[in-house]
């Protein structure tokens, strides 16, 4: 059933002229894959009445069901659907129509039922997608390959403008109310290769610092650190969040709040604990937010155990998860660089205070969660740093013989600019827990489960400046159960 580029050579995407004409611009998503659910999402060109339907095969001739649905201008003329009572580990294929006009036809894939155990899971993970820096061509690779969901990792639009040698530009200014946002999430969704890799596969998301605003904590950010003037804008951020993806009509945004962190479970191979770090997380340590710079260096509080990334309940409901954890993978899906990294050049020690780094009390607690689970074998899948990282997550990092309790994977960049290689190759340097750190390309990863390894490629683009560029695999890692630890593949 699995086949690739089903869509593709179709013409099922239409010019750019006709997709112009369409009653749904942006194109069609599914996301939230369980065993017997899948969240359909569409937009709609204007507020009104609609149907969908899902049907067992691509030509939708085997129709399951139709409904209706209604785009309010409420939630900017998006549609969720919830489907309910569908068989587990299957592709389906979907559409919307209105006024007799049909969207193109969507794949998406439920997650294999609890009690099967599946012999390979195949997941992408990616981040990080600016829209100026480069075009979409990774998007495009991804959804030709066979994957049974995409992880996305957070940095889905750039809130403002940035970068060098853009190769394309914003259609606005830095965005912060609702309007602003919905408009930056319809710029990026115009793009069709990022249209096709929603197409191709079931989306499971979560979000980092640029939806809203870059390094914002919790409820202050660097350009507004009064609380209440902030919770409005990042209430307008997490609405335009909540519209634009294929998230469940229960995940709905309350006010400033939006519960993105959630557990997806495949079979008895893998249990995927999304994660969230910026909604509920201290302000950075040492007012680093505050115009004094991000490195932290002889910054005691920085070690403050009262200091929090997941926020107390998220932290709770993650301990309690890796407790009751039974699938043979556990995969942690969430934002920023896990492994600590000392930047400091010769004997000084510096951190970076936005990612785990600003958190190391927090970050052991979680490692102590996942170490004291029942299930052995965890990765750690993050974005953010815009490079492809391996890294072994020890519970002392300060101590070579501390047992290693993960394994962390970052898989580069869609198209946002990172690091140069040489900085990269400092901190690999000084820091030996990191297998790999490698900058100045673009792409994504790739993992694939079975019961005794996790093999994991980094995915990289020819050229982001060219939206024609071609795919090869940049490096290759193989976790081995019972043996955390990246090694080469
Ligand atoms: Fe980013
Ligand atoms: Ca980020």
């Known amino acids: 059933m699995r086949r690739r580029s089903f869509l593709f050579g179709l013409g099922a995407f239409a010019s750019p002229a006709l997709a112009q004409a369409s009653p749904f611009p942006l194109g069609v998503a599914s996301g939230c894959p369980r065993p017997t659910s899948v969240v359909l999402w569409t937009r709609a060109a204007m507020p009104g009445p609609m149907t969908w339907s899902i049907a067992e095969d691509e030509a ?15 939630w900017g003329n998006t549609v969720h659907v919830d489907i309910e009572g569908l068989k587990p580990g299957r592709p389906y294929w979907y559409r919307f129509t209105s006024n007799g006009q049909a969207s193109e036809v969507g794949r998406t894939r439920t997650a294999p039922d609890f009690a099967t155990n599946p012999e390979t899971l195949r997941f992408a ?10 075009y979409y061509a990774a ?22 403008s940035w970068g060098r040698n853009l190769v394309r530009r914003h259609d606005g200014g830095r965005a912060t109310m609702l309007d602003e946002y919905r408009a930056r999430y ?25 939806e809203v605003t870059g390094d914002y904590t919790n409820d202050i950010d660097q350009y507004d650190p009064d609380p209440a003037h902030f919770l409005v804008q990042r209430a307008a951020a997490y609405q335009a969040f909540w519209e634009a993806m294929p998230l469940s009509n229960t995940m709905r945004p309350q006010g400033p709040s939006l519960r993105l962190y959630n557990r997806y479970r495949f079979g008895d191979l893998a249990e995927v604990s999304v994660l969230d770090d910026r909604q509920y997380r201290s302000h950075h340590a040492c007012r680093a937010t505050l115009g004094r710079g991000k490195p932290l260096e002889n910054c005691d509080e920085r070690r403050d155990p009262g200091r929090t990334m997941l926020g107390r ?20 899906a969430q934002q920023t660089l896990m492994a600590e990294v000392d930047r400091g050049p010769g004997e000084r020690h510096v951190y970076w205070a936005d990612g785990w780094d600003g958190y190391p009390v927090a970050r052991q607690r979680l490692l102590d969660a996942v170490a004291a689970s029942p299930v052995k074998d965890t990765l750690v ?20 013989k501390a047992p290693v309790v993960a394994t962390e994977f970052i898989g580069g960049s869609i198209t946002s600019q990172g690091p140069p290689q040489e900085r990269l190759s400092r901190y690999a340097a000084k820091n030996p827990h990191i297998r790999a750190a490698l ?16 093999a994991v490629s980094f995915r990289r683009l020819s050229d982001v400046r060219d939206p024609a560029a071609s795919l ?14 990246a090694t080469p593949g």
């Open 60 to 74: 939708m001739r085997r129709n399951l069901r139709n409904g209706s649905a209604v785009a309010e201008a409420r």
């Open 125 to 134: 993970f990616a981040s990080c997608a600016q829209y100026e820096h480069g």
């Open 139 to 160: 998007y495009r690779h991804m959804a030709n390959e066979q994957l049974d969901a995409v992880l996305f990792l957070g940095d889905y639009i750039y809130e403002a």
């Open 186 to 210: 319809a710029l990026y969704k115009s793009d069709l290769d990022l249209q096709r890799a929603h197409a191709a596969h079931p989306w499971i998301v979560t979000w980092d610092d640029h």
């Open 313 to 332: 309940e998220q932290e709770a409901w993650f301990a309690d998860g890796m407790r009751g954890a039974s699938a043979r993978w556990n995969v942690l």
């Open 381 to 400: 899948l993050g974005g953010d740093v815009h490079a492809f990282w391996a890294a072994d997550l020890a519970r002392d990092f300060a101590s070579a």
């Open 439 to 454: 900058g100045e390309v673009n792409g994504y990863g790739v993992v694939v489960l079975d019961a005794k390894k996790a």
């Open 472 to 485: 090869s695999t940049l490096r290759r890692f193989v976790v081995e159960r019972g043996r955390p630890g």
